[in-house]
Nanobody, 120 residues
Framework: QVQLVESGGGLVQPGGSLRLSCAAS????????MGWYRHTPGKERELVAT???????NYADSVKGRFTISRDDAKNTVYLQMNSLKPEDQALYYC??????????????WGQGTLVTVSS
């Protein structure tokens, strides 16, 4: 089975930093785009950042300049470095990946989420 497992969430004070990790495993030929979403109850799911196989990146305006997305294709892993965290960054963060499987099909994968809590 192809799956994503994320980690790195936790409790941090405003102004602090966290690094989230997301590792893909399974019958993967190539990972195209990887990214991070976040969701807080009562709000719509928000796309935080994406990174393509060519290392092109995009960020939500709310995190631009504070968050950095990167990837390590040797490990099939994407990272989200979060600096200068604000209370509004508190959310459940989900990793996602667009993957070409060994059979040639395209899969969209979602991790189970990792919780980021920013104290007030």
């Amino acid at each position: 089975q192809v799956q994503l497992v994320e980690s790195g969430g936790g409790l941090v004070q405003p102004g602090g930093s966290l690094r989230l990790s997301c590792a893909a495993s399974g019958r993967i030929f190539r990972i195209n785009t990887m990214g991070w979403y976040r969701h807080t109850p009562g709000k719509e799911r928000e796309l935080v950042a994406t990174i393509t196989s060519g290392l092109s990146t995009n960020y939500a305006d709310s995190v631009k300049g504070r968050f950095t997305i990167s990837r390590d294709d040797a490990k099939n892993t994407v990272y989200l470095q979060m600096n200068s965290l604000k209370p509004e960054d508190q959310a459940l963060y989900y990793c996602t990946a667009n993957v070409r499987g060994l059979g040639g099909g395209v899969l969209v994968l979602w991790g189970q989420g990792t919780l980021v809590t920013v104290s007030s």
